[in-house]
């Protein structure tokens, strides 16, 4: 027994050792701050949207949405136990997916189009074929032991999910098998994000941790600290080098990937709610985040500052979408409506 103890504290001084060192390098690149880097930057000024639609035909809360590939469509799942696949330039519903299980909690598009999945308190990644005459169920992913909080395609062969037994997966959709389980984070996955280059993902948890990933190795390449409660979104900015993460302590942060360290926050004291979703402009200036205060506030990503916000949600903003084309920002809500912005 002793020897057990002293083999645990001579690991845990390894430990402490390894943590002071990782400190001192990141202190070393850790050269300037974000604000004095975007001194000389004009403010982007008051950014004001209009609303252009609302999306109505839901008939409880939203959960999730996504936009496919073509800027076009866009899938949203609501817990009245539907998926809907929208034209959202003419505002009319192409497609109804009908759930087995109404608790769904997150929803993708595959990039090809020909696809959508989602998943919930089930514990089961589905997937449909929305181009068959009706939905088709595709495939059920069934290995997580915890509800499926975030699911994101990389192919119509394969896909990541983020589930709350603290595991992300990357399935094979041909077999319906695991290929890769990726385990680091001590607490639920709540949300997961794709590199452009689809080589990378990364995933936020209740841990208040924020985790870099390699999806042909299956392993976990950067850890990033700072947030002091639950992850509940995560984006990469658009060049991949950096990545901004909300979380439940009312906050958003910007992590950089090369100096392994957070560069700058963005937190308004009169802003008592916590982040539920974001996602950011093509050009990764402006960051959309949705709150528990039923809005969507905008910022400005090298200066720090809020400088707008989309009112108009009766309830909790769940989750918020920015095209591939960038035209504008989508926002869902617990009101079971969509709104449409630019």
């Known amino acids: 027994m002793a020897a057990e103890k002293a083999e645990m504290d001579k690991l845990k001084k390894e430990c402490d050792g390894l943590r002071t060192q990782i400190e001192a390098a990141r202190k070393a690149v850790n050269d300037g701050s974000m604000s004095a880097a975007a001194g000389s930057v004009a403010s982007v000024g008051r950014v004001q949207l209009k609303q252009r639609k609302t999306l109505k035909g839901h008939l409880a809360k939203i959960y999730a949405m996504h936009w496919a590939a073509d800027s076009r469509q866009m899938v949203s799942a609501s817990q009245d136990g539907k998926l809907l696949v929208w034209d959202t330039f003419t505002g009319n519903k192409l497609v109804a997916v009908p759930l087995k299980s109404a608790w769904v909690m997150s929803v993708a598009f595959a990039p090809s189009g020909n696809l959508v999945a989602s998943g919930g308190l089930d514990n089961i990644c589905t997937v449909y074929n929305i181009k068959a005459a009706s939905p088709k169920t595709l495939r ?39 290929k890769t389980i990726f385990t680091n984070h001590i607490g639920d996955c709540m949300s997961l994000a794709l590199s452009p280059d689809m080589n990378l993902f990364i995933s936020g948890a209740c841990d208040s941790l924020a985790k870099l990933w390699d999806v042909r190795e299956g392993t976990c390449k950067q850890t990033f600290s700072g947030h002091t409660s639950d992850i509940n979104a995560i984006a990469f900015f658009p060049n991949a080098n950096a990545i901004v993460t909300g979380s439940d302590d009312c906050s958003c942060k910007m992590y950089d990937l090369r100096s392994d360290q957070e560069v700058i926050g963005y937190q308004d004291p ?19 985040a949705g709150y528990d205060d039923f809005n969507c506030h905008i910022w400005d990503s090298l200066k ?18 920015v095209p591939e084309d960038g035209m504008g920002v989508c926002t869902g809500s617990w009101d079971s409506f969509l709104k449409l912005w630019n």
Do not use: M, P
């Open 140 to 178: 059920e992913l069934d290995a997580h032991t915890g509800y499926l909080s975030c699911c994101r395609f990389l192919s119509d062969s394969e896909i990541i999910t983020a589930s709350g037994d603290t595991t992300c997966c990357l399935w094979d959709l041909e077999t319906g098998k695991q």
């Open 270 to 288: 009169s802003l008592n709610a916590g982040v539920t979703s974001l996602a950011l402009s093509n050009s990764g200036r402006l960051i959309f």
């Open 304 to 321: 720090g500052e809020k400088v707008g916000v989309l009112s108009g949600h009766d309830n909790r903003v769940s989750c918020t979408g």
